[in-house]
């Protein structure tokens, strides 16, 4: 299935390329007392509740303070004082050295995740407010849509955007995942495949429509068109473990066991956890004559499928 919310990471990329102010890129004032004397201002002012003073010290000395604990401290003051004032580039370039300075550090990590939920709030409401009737406004409100399971209503909006925008990337897709998560009929798979053929048209480079046409295709055991989305799938995006498998799987259908050990080698290198990748290489192995590889895979796929049982037996044992 399709890997989440691509506009959320391009919106997070986009940010991540603002600069850090000038005097943090200086290495000459790095460290200097005035640079850690500065930075405890900016964190008392904040404190007290002056983030307007505050922010324009935190953002200049913050960075340069050598005491980790100092930094760290004068960093989520900047971070929350550039909330406060609805300065994103100050909040996303505090959360970006700090993420940088301090990557395990559980309050980095726990204002860096709600940092980001707000800023995320902030845009969406803005962008309702100043331009409802918009794509991009439309299409925020069918994701949103999507995600509580109203998928007829999100079904419309895409449909409505489509209108406007025939050729936008990505709502085809939408559309196609939207008809296998309703309650299916028998037209269900037909309908998908078409929204999903109908993106490639639109975006050719598409992994995700691939895969999902090659698992369709594979449900009907139509194992050559099967093969064929699955090895586009995986040309177009190499870390796309269920591609490989799912090209191993179809190739191991067809007696295709020497062409399917490669996809499958691939797969369970990307993706260990699953016993289904080693059960299906042992397969191949066994097949090809190799006796003793078909032996560690099915060991490989005892050991995977222990431990997703013992999850969830863990899962259910934990208190409610």
Same mark, same amino acid.
């Given at each position: 299935?399709?890997?989440?919310?691509?506009?959320?990471?391009?919106?997070?990329?986009?940010?991540?390329?603002?600069?850090?102010?000038?005097?943090?890129?200086?290495?000459?004032?790095?460290?200097?007392?005035?640079?850690?004397?500065?930075?405890?201002?900016?964190?008392?002012?904040?404190?007290?509740?002056?983030?307007?003073?505050?922010?324009?010290?935190?953002?200049?000395? /913050?960075?340069?303070?050598?005491?980790?604990?100092?930094?760290?401290?004068?960093?989520?003051?900047?971070?929350?004082?550039?909330?406060?004032?609805?300065?994103?580039?100050?909040?996303?370039?505090?959360?970006?050295?700090?993420?940088?300075?301090?990557?395990?550090?559980?309050?980095?990590?726990?204002?860096?995740?709600?940092?980001?939920?707000?800023?995320?709030?902030?845009?969406?409401?803005?962008?309702?407010?100043?331009?409802?009737?918009?794509?991009?406004?439309?299409?925020?409100?069918?994701?949103?849509?999507?995600?509580?399971?109203?998928?007829?209503?999100?079904?419309? *909006?895409?449909?409505?955007?489509?209108?406007?925008?025939?050729?936008?990337?990505?709502?085809?897709?939408?559309?196609?995942?939207?008809?296998?998560?309703?309650?299916?009929?028998?037209?269900?798979?037909?309908?998908?495949?078409?929204?999903?053929?109908?993106?490639?048209?639109?975006?050719?480079?598409?992994?995700?429509?691939?895969?999902?046409?090659?698992?369709?295709?594979?449900?009907?055991?139509?194992?050559?068109?099967?093969?064929?989305?699955?090895?586009?799938?995986?040309?177009?995006?190499?870390?796309?473990?269920?591609?490989?498998?799912?090209?191993?799987?179809?190739?191991?259908?067809?007696?295709?066991?020497?062409?399917? *050990?490669?996809?499958?080698?691939?797969?369970?290198?990307?993706?260990?956890?699953?016993?289904?990748?080693?059960?299906?290489?042992?397969?191949?192995?066994?097949?090809?004559?190799?006796?003793?590889?078909?032996?560690?895979? /099915?060991?490989?796929?005892?050991?995977?499928?222990?431990?997703?049982?013992?999850?969830?037996?863990?899962?259910?044992?934990?208190?409610?």
């Amino acid at each position: 299935m399709p890997r989440p919310s691509r506009r959320l990471l391009a919106v997070v990329l986009a940010l991540g390329v603002l600069p850090l102010p000038a005097s943090a890129q200086s290495p000459s004032k790095a460290g200097s007392p005035d640079s850690s004397s500065s930075a405890q201002k900016g964190i008392s002012l904040a404190e007290r509740g002056h983030c307007r003073e505050a922010l324009p010290i935190l953002k200049r000395f /913050a960075p340069l303070a050598t005491d980790k604990q100092l930094k760290l401290k004068a960093g989520l003051a900047a971070v929350r004082c550039g909330l406060s004032l609805n300065q994103m580039d100050a909040t996303v370039n505090a959360l970006l050295w700090l993420n940088r300075d301090f990557p395990t550090d559980p309050d980095v990590l726990y204002v860096t995740t709600h940092a980001f939920s707000d800023l995320s709030t902030r845009a969406a409401l803005q962008l309702a407010g100043s331009a409802p009737l918009s794509v991009p406004a439309l299409e925020l409100n069918a994701e949103a849509l999507e995600s509580q399971g109203k998928w007829d209503d999100a079904e419309v *909006i895409y449909n409505q955007i489509l209108k406007q925008q025939p050729g936008l990337t990505g709502i085809h897709f939408r559309i196609g995942r939207i008809i296998l998560s309703k309650t299916a009929t028998p037209t269900t798979p037909d309908d998908a495949r078409a929204e999903f053929q109908a993106e490639l048209k639109i975006d050719p480079n598409n992994a995700d429509a691939e895969y999902i046409l090659g698992e369709l295709s594979r449900q009907a055991q139509q194992w050559d068109d099967a093969i064929a989305h699955f090895a586009r799938a995986s040309t177009l995006d190499a870390n796309f473990a269920d591609a490989f498998l799912g090209l191993g799987f179809s190739l191991n259908s067809v007696g295709r066991y020497a062409d399917a *050990i490669p996809p499958l080698e691939t797969g369970v290198k990307l993706q260990p956890a699953n016993p289904t990748g080693h059960y299906q290489l042992a397969i191949a192995y066994n097949r090809v004559g190799r006796k003793e590889d078909a032996k560690r895979e /099915a060991m490989l796929q005892k050991e995977a499928a222990d431990k997703i049982e013992q999850s969830k037996q863990k899962a259910a044992d934990a208190p409610q």
